[in-house]
C-alpha cells in the first residue's frame, strides 16, 4: 500500500486519539463509534466482530478495571482509497476493579475504513509484549 497522504494521516492519528480518550473517559459511545460496522478486535484472550458484539466486550471488559490510561506510537500508515493500515504500539495502565494495577505494552496490526467520511477500525489485532501486576496496597 503506497504512504497515506498528509491529511489521512492526521485524521487516522487523530482515531488512535480519540480512541485512547474513550477508554480514559470510560466512554463506551465514543469508543464503539471508532470501529467500523463490521471492526474485528482480536487479542490473546478473544475475537469481537461487529459494533454490537464489540459494545458487550467493552462492558464486560470494564467490570475488571477502574481506570485505563493507553498511551500510542503509531508507525508507517499506508492508505489505498477507502483503507489503510498501520502498526503501532501501546502502553497501558489500567487501575483494577479488585485492586492493583496492570501496566502492558503491546503491539497492534491495524486495519482501518473510511466509513460516512471517517477513519475507522476495520481490525485491531493486539499482541501483549509485556506486562507487570502489582498487588493492591
Not at 498511551?71 to 502502553?91: H, L, P, Q
Request: net charge negative; aromatic share 12%.
Amino acid at each position: 500500500m503506497p504512504q497515506a497522504s498528509f491529511e489521512d494521516r492526521i485524521l487516522i492519528r487523530e482515531l488512535y486519539g480519540r480512541y485512547a480518550l474513550s477508554a480514559a473517559n470510560q466512554d463506551g459511545d465514543a469508543w464503539v463509534g471508532c470501529w467500523a460496522e463490521n471492526g474485528i478486535w482480536k487479542t490473546p484472550h478473544f475475537e469481537t466482530t461487529g459494533r454490537a458484539l464489540l459494545r458487550e466486550q467493552w462492558a464486560a471488559t470494564w467490570t475488571n478495571f477502574s481506570n485505563v490510561a493507553a498511551f500510542n506510537e503509531v508507525g508507517d500508515i499506508s492508505v489505498s482509497g477507502d483503507s489503510g493500515e498501520a502498526i503501532s504500539t501501546v502502553y497501558e495502565i489500567i487501575t483494577l476493579a479488585a485492586g492493583g494495577i496492570s501496566k502492558m505494552a503491546g503491539l497492534y496490526r491495524d486495519r482501518f475504513v473510511r466509513e460516512g467520511g471517517e477513519w475507522r477500525f476495520a481490525r485491531r489485532e493486539y499482541e501483549l509484549l509485556s506486562q507487570e501486576m502489582s498487588a493492591a496496597a
